[in-house]
């Protein structure tokens, strides 16, 4: 008991003191049963007289009614203290509510004075004057906020309302902001009257709505001033809410014809499950458009449609819009170019064609096949550009080319009719005809077009080597073929073969390199003589020859006699002059199997292939010999080019190459260093 009472009488203390505690009902219940039984025990003492019994009793009811009178104070303080407690809870929340808020709110007492606020409701009249509007009128803030126009006399008129019907009411407000920026609020005025039904407060709760009137504004202007249908539907019932004009006009229903019914109603084709499933992909934000959707209109006629959904509220509640995008022209459109498509994409897997082309005979035939395959395509030509101007025939397909072989094309661009393949080499871009035969340019070839039935047609330059190489046309049996998607790919199909063009041409280019490149690599670029680098395998073939064919090899090393006195006397041009010429003469001694490499400097290297003996050599040696008696006219001189040559005959000298060079050289620097006294100007290896 103590303990509870330490508790509580804290609690009494804090929840009003105990001018509360008599003042409670609670009390005065149990202050009113004390005192009865206080009297019921008085009159027992005095009517029956036994003093010493009655007074027992007097205690027994006497205490009893003191019991009650203390439980009734012990009552009344918890009680009270646990109002006062939740009445607190309230108070620190409601404070919150008003510290974080968006929205205004603002409390007044009966006599219209403002007892509580919202941040963002004082905000709106701020002021230099005016702190806070806590304890102050309306009539007050008038002089101090900047609010101007019926604002307060809108608040006025609403309060007077409000607790003329003793109901709530809603209406709009408007407010200025510090910036002068004018915001509406959607206000909502509430009356609470106390028990008896007095007067106790009212409350205001305004919620900012500018943006969403501005956004419906715009939307009521996007709306009905969209050139593209649009349908206004509740996101929950699917009931149609409104259409635009362009709606109107596409569907060739009047607006009450619509308006009302659901969409299952007005499109049976598509249910209701469809459109539910896909406003959730909506709401999940997966899809906003939708597409492969039919729309029939009240003519009879079915459109393919996409449509694009925008969810937009209206008085707080989720309106979906429709947008209707009408497709069925470019559906069939990419119907009629789905094939040539697909033939694009396979040859652009060809890569051994585009990469690699074989040449370009087998280009143009695998692509006119390809494209006389689609069905669309009647004919197709491909023409080359010549100098003189003529557009010549390369290769063509389908009907009437072989008559349009005998129509001389020339790129003339100042003539008075001209084709269309001369247009696209005149002008170097794609043109297009989609009807063919009007075309006043065309009057010549009128009988021929109309006979084969080219309708609409479309030509494309070529391009090799960054220049107007040629042209490829496509004709049509149907007129209105040529639309955006085909024109791009007729554009991809002559880049396409400009590529394949420009890879034949750095193809042979490269080859042509490269075998360049390797002659460079294996010759002296003085000379055109093999160099070092091909000695060893033109060395080591030739002996493996030998080996099979059990014939003998001369190898034979030269070098010039005196040749730098030459170039001391002459220069480095005469005595490289003198090098070429001995190169010329000495090819052409030399047999189809014999083979002479300069080795650099006046050193070079003789092999003779295919000799049947080593008599042999007796019979070359003298037509070398004669080849060098003539002289060699350098600045009107005559000069006598003197050699040294050294030979080894394999496999009288069953050696390695090298070994072989070696030897052939020791007999050169041999019969050299007698070249004073010596009879020939050559010697054989000895061992």
Not at 222 to 248: G, H, R
Not at 335 to 352: A, M, R, W
């Amino acid at each position: 008991m103590k303990a509870y009472a330490s508790r509580l009488f804290p609690l009494i203390r804090g929840g009003g003191g105990y001018l509360n505690i008599l003042k409670s009902k609670q009390f005065l219940i149990g202050l009113t049963t004390g005192i009865i039984f206080l009297i019921f025990s008085a009159l027992i003492v005095y009517f029956t007289g036994d003093f010493n019994y009655d007074i027992r009793r007097f205690n027994i009811i006497f205490f009893f009614g003191a019991f009650i009178i203390i439980s009734s104070i012990f009552l009344s303080s918890y009680l009270i203290a646990k109002r006062d407690l939740k009445l607190s809870e309230q108070k620190r929340l409601f404070d919150a509510v008003m510290e974080y808020t968006t929205d205004t709110i603002v409390v007044k007492n009966p006599s219209g004075v403002y007892i509580a606020a919202s941040k963002s409701a004082e905000k709106f009249h701020f002021g230099p004057e005016l702190a806070s509007i806590i304890s102050k009128t309306d009539e007050e803030i008038k002089l101090l906020s900047f609010q101007r126009g019926d604002f307060f006399k809108t608040v006025k008129d609403a309060d007077e309302l409000i607790w003329k019907t003793k109901s709530l009411h809603n209406f709009l407000l408007s407010l200025h902001d510090k910036d002068e920026i004018l915001h509406t609020f959607d206000v909502t005025k509430i009356p609470i009257f106390d028990e008896k039904g007095g007067r106790l407060l009212s409350i205001a709760v305004g919620h900012d709505i500018t943006d969403r009137m501005e956004s419906e504004k715009q939307f009521k202007s996007m709306f009905y001033d969209n050139s593209l249908p649009m349908f206004a539907f509740d996101f929950k019932t699917l009931v149609l809410q409104d259409v635009n004009e362009s709606a109107i006009k596409y569907g060739g229903y009047a607006g009450n014809e619509v308006v009302g019914k659901t969409l299952d109603e007005i499109n049976p084709f598509i249910t209701k499950d469809v459109i539910f499933k896909f406003l959730d992909k909506f709401k999940e934000g997966k899809d906003k458009t939708f597409r492969g959707l039919k729309f029939p209109l009240k003519n009879g006629e079915i459109r393919d449609i996409e449509v694009s959904l925008t969810l937009i509220y209206k008085k707080d509640a989720p309106v979906a819009v429709a947008t209707i995008l009408d497709v069925t022209e470019r559906l069939a459109s990419e119907s009629k170019i789905k094939s040539l498509k697909q033939l694009y994409e396979s040859l652009i897997k060809e890569v051994s064609l585009i990469l690699n082309p074989e040449n370009e005979n087998a280009v143009f035939h695998r692509t006119l096949v390809a494209l006389q395959k689609s069905g669309i395509i009647n004919a197709v030509w491909i023409g080359r550009l010549e100098s003189d101007g003529n557009i010549k025939y390369i290769s063509a397909r389908g009907r009437g080319t072989q008559e349009l072989m005998k129509i001389k094309l020339n790129a003339d661009c100042d003539k008075k009719f001209l084709t269309l393949a001369e247009r696209a080499v005149c002008f170097n871009r794609i043109v297009y005809n989609n009807d063919h035969i009007s075309d006043p340019l065309l009057e010549p070839l009128l009988d021929f077009l109309i006979k084969n039935e080219w309708l609409s047609a479309c030509a494309a330059p070529i391009h090799r080597a960054g220049k107007v190489w040629g042209v490829i046309t496509l004709i049509s049996g149907k007129k209105n073929i040529f639309g955006r998607e085909i024109l791009e790919f007729v554009s991809k199909i002559s880049a396409l073969l400009s590529h394949s063009l420009n890879e034949i041409d750095i193809k042979k280019e490269l080859e042509k390199e490269k075998r360049k490149s390797e002659y460079l690599a294996h010759h002296d670029a003085l000379t055109g003589l093999p160099n070092r680098l091909l000695l060893t395998q033109l060395l080591e073939e030739a002996l493996k020859r030998a080996d099979r064919g059990k014939t003998y090899v001369g190898v034979g090393m030269i070098d010039f006699d005196d040749f730098k006195q030459i170039n001391d006397t002459f220069g480095h041009d005469e005595g490289d002059n003198l090098l070429k010429e001995f190169a010329k003469r000495a090819k052409a001694i030399l047999r189809q199997t014999d083979h002479l490499v300069r080795l650099g400097g006046d050193e070079f290297v003789m092999i003779m292939e295919d000799l049947k003996n080593k008599d042999d050599l007796y019979i070359l040696i003298p037509r070398i010999e004669k080849a060098f008696a003539k002289p060699i006219v350098i600045n009107g001189r005559d000069i006598y080019l003197k050699i040294s040559l050294g030979i080894t005959l394999y496999p009288l000298d069953k050696q390695p190459p090298y070994l072989l060079l070696v030897h052939a050289d020791n007999a050169m620097y041999s019969i050299k260093a007698k070249k004073g006294e010596r009879k020939t100007f050559w010697e054989s290896y000895k061992e």
